[in-house]
């Protein structure tokens, strides 16, 4: 396409809110054969609320979200942000917190008032050996709702099973249904568990998707399809998505994401909808349509 053209583009696509921060991506859009979806934050609002507190302890449910939110005061997580609403709303108090860490793809653990606690997924209490019992079944539960448990253990030992749930934004599955129509697959890529994954997945209408991700392992994901003969593009919003994004044929970050995936992609989608997809194709395809 002539430099013209492609400013053109770029003018038309921006009234429509999509930002191509380079020619060249523009003109990759129309060819683009596969599309990655992140789950949280991108198919759905990434503004998650707490549904469930299960107790499986003897400990009482201020006392819990006390810590919780005292341990997640700590990590920037949707996730996180949830609990820490939740205590507030409720008027729980926070605690002291020493020692946090942040254990990237599994959850966060740090000591409150002299007791470690840790908060996150499966993977995380099999690898701190916290005996889950079957509790695994009330998680699975949970999951099969499409709201995504996260376990609680005080002192090595299970103390509740909180779950959230995050609203799938209003116009993703017309927003997939699009790229679908336009011959692209569409594939969905999230650290979260198989079942929460699968569940959201069938709700938006993609079949191909990829759960329990951790996040140095998304790029390899792009990298496999792009080896199998896809041109990618990837759709993200966190910190995890940044190699993706930049690795991906071409990056579309979400304008309310964190600043890492948006440097890290070549268009970002600053009304968050993921209609902004398919109008970069569209607005690609025309570009390329004007040289001939
Ligand atoms: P996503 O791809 O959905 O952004 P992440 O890789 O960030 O997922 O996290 C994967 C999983 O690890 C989460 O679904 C959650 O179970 C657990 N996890 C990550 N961070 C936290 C946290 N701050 N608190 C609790 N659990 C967490
Ligand atoms: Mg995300």
């Known amino acids: ?33 596969a599309m990655v979806l992140d789950k949280t934050g991108t198919i759905t609002l990434g503004s998650p609320k707490v549904t469930d507190i299960v107790i499986t302890s003897d400990m009482d449910e201020t006392t819990i979200l006390k810590y919780a939110a005292t341990l997640e005061a700590g990590s920037e997580h949707p996730l996180a942000l949830a609990i820490v609403e939740s205590a507030k709303e409720k008027g729980v108090e926070n605690g002291t917190l020493t020692n946090f860490s942040a254990i990237a793809g599994h959850g966060v653990e740090a000591n409150i008032e002299g007791k470690r606690v840790l908060f996150g997924n499966e993977k995380l209490m099999k690898e701190q050996k916290i005996a889950l019992g079957d509790h695994v079944e009330t998680a699975q539960l949970l999951a099969a709702e499409a ?22 934004k209003s116009d ?18 999230t650290g979260d568990n198989r079942a929460t994954a699968k569940a959201v997945a069938e709700k938006v209408g ?59 992609a070549d268009i970002t989608l600053m009304r968050g909808s993921l209609h902004g997809i398919a109008d970069a194709i569209a607005v690609s395809k025309a570009t390329l349509r004007n040289i001939k």
């Open 172 to 189: 993703s599955i017309a927003a997939i249904q699009r790229l679908q129509h336009n011959g692209i697959r569409v594939v969905m890529l």
């Open 206 to 264: 993609i079949s191909d998707f990829f759960a329990e991700v951790l996040p140095e392992d998304k790029s390899k994901k792009i990298q496999e399809l792009q080896m199998a003969g896809e041109i990618v593009g990837m759709t993200g919003d966190g910190i995890n998505d940044a190699p993706a994004l930049a690795l991906a044929n071409v990056g579309f970050a979400i304008g309310t994401g964190t600043d890492v995936a948006i440097e890290s």
């Open 1 to 33: 396409a002539t430099p013209m053209s492609v400013m053109v583009g770029v003018g038309k696509a921006a009234e429509a809110g999509v930002l191509i921060r380079n020619g060249e991506a523009l003109q990759t859009a129309s060819k683009i054969t």
């Open 147 to 168: 709201k995504t448990p996260m376990y609680f253990a005080v002192d090595n030992q299970l103390a509740a099973i909180i779950a959230v749930a995050d609203p799938i």
